[in-house]
């Protein structure tokens, strides 16, 4: 079993920064992936960000790619979004979710039915 808890949403003027963070805990290992998906209201989950445990592979959704940044703490089982030059099309809830194995980083990767844990999420707000 492997727990995950969201944290750092809030709300943010456009054009501002944000971090995100997803908290690891259980039988996590270095095979699992972790992915960043967000659901605005009325709209299907999006796929945003996605990041093998070990962090040789990232992949992002092309709406966030030079503004968003996802990373992982060396030290421990955290993982973060960086969120720079915020749009208000950036608002929804952001879910960090993970899958037990890799996965292929543009299809598999950006399916929500690939991941089997995922966290409660954390609103991000941003005000134009």
């Known amino acids: 079993q492997v727990q995950l808890v969201e944290s750092g949403g809030g709300l943010v003027q456009a054009g501002g920064s944000l971090r995100i963070s997803c908290a690891a805990s259980g039988s996590i290992t270095s095979s699992y992936a972790i992915a960043w998906f967000r659901q605005a209201p009325g709209k299907g989950r999006e796929f945003v960000a996605y990041l093998n445990w070990w962090g040789g592979s990232r992949s992002y959704t092309d709406s966030v790619k030079g503004r968003f940044t996802v990373s992982r703490d060396n030290a421990g089982s955290t993982v973060h979004l960086q969120m720079n030059l915020l749009k208000s099309e950036d608002t929804a809830v952001y879910y960090c979710?993970?899958?037990?194995?890799?996965?292929?980083?543009?299809?598999?990767?950006?399916?929500?039915?690939?991941?089997?844990?995922w966290g409660q999420g954390t609103q991000v707000t941003v005000s134009s």
């Open positions: 979710a993970a899958s037990p194995t890799a996965l292929d980083l543009y299809a598999a990767a950006q399916s929500p039915t690939e991941y089997m844990y």
